[in-house]
């Protein structure tokens, strides 16, 4: 079956852009998450979603960021006014359970953000 | 303040060898342990993991050991394979009440030589 898919694949933007990065899960997955991934370090949890609704947004770094899931399947990402300390690379993963056996999540290929 | 530490930036093993990737944590709430391996423009994927409950657990090549009194576990890889050269992640979690949240390691990069 299909994995997790990202799109875009690259993106660049101007600093003080706009941007959304979209995640289309695995069919079935109820759990969500957003990572970012800077050069040299593991995926940063940014937000997680059980369903339609964000149970853990604590590591979305502030208030440029926001994250939806309206129909409980494709996520998006959104970036206002972005700065050059948001290019990284922008992982989605999705997993069956919410705890325990049956959390391994499953990843995309990410979107990779420069920001100029 | 990192929670998971991967303090080996790099590890270099000769093929047929044991490769061994070492991981701490801070904190004691975790309960539950994954490695994931990622080859260059990939995404990670899930390779074992172990929940606190266990100390061992093992899948074909690929065992994973937890020293909770240490904070402490480690992936060995025996035999070693040149297809096993990629970055490998710790990862640690905990089912709290908001939610359940991963938090990564930096990474260590194998390098399996032929």
């Known amino acids: 079956g299909a994995g997790v898919s990202q799109t875009p694949s690259n993106k660049v933007t101007e600093k003080g852009k706009y941007v959304e990065l979209r995640c289309d899960p695995i069919s079935g997955h109820t759990a969500l998450y957003w990572y970012r991934q800077s050069l040299g370090q593991g995926p940063e949890f940014l937000i997680y979603?059980?369903?339609?609704?964000?149970?853990?947004d604590s590591g979305l770094p502030n208030d440029r960021f926001f994250a939806v899931r309206p129909e409980g399947s494709v996520s998006t990402l959104k970036i206002q006014r972005t700065e050059r300390g948001d290019s990284a690379v922008y992982l989605c993963?999705?997993?069956?359970?919410?705890?325990?056996?049956?959390?391994?999540?499953?990843f995309g290929p990410g979107t990779r953000l420069t920001v100029l | 303040d990192q929670q998971v530490k991967q303090n080996s930036p790099s590890l270099s093993v000769q093929e047929g060898r044991i490769s061994i990737l070492n991981c701490d944590y801070t904190?004691?709430?975790?309960?539950?342990f994954l490695w994931y391996k990622k080859y260059p423009a990939e995404g990670p994927t899930f390779l074992i993991s172990?929940?606190?409950?266990?100390d061992k657990n093992e899948d074909g090549r690929f065992t994973v050991f937890l020293n909770k009194s240490a904070k402490h576990l480690s992936l060995h890889i025996v035999p070693s394979q040149p297809g096993d050269s990629a970055v490998y992640f710790c990862?640690?979690?905990?089912f709290g009440t908001g939610g359940f949240k991963t938090i990564f390691g930096a990474g260590t990069r194998l390098f399996v030589k032929a």
């Open positions: 172990i929940s606190s409950i266990k």
């Open positions: 993963a999705s997993s069956l359970a919410t705890g325990g056996i049956g959390n391994e999540q499953f």
């Open positions: 979603f059980q369903g339609t609704g964000a149970a853990d």
């Open positions: 990862a640690a979690s905990s």
């Open positions: 904190n004691s709430m975790f309960d539950y």
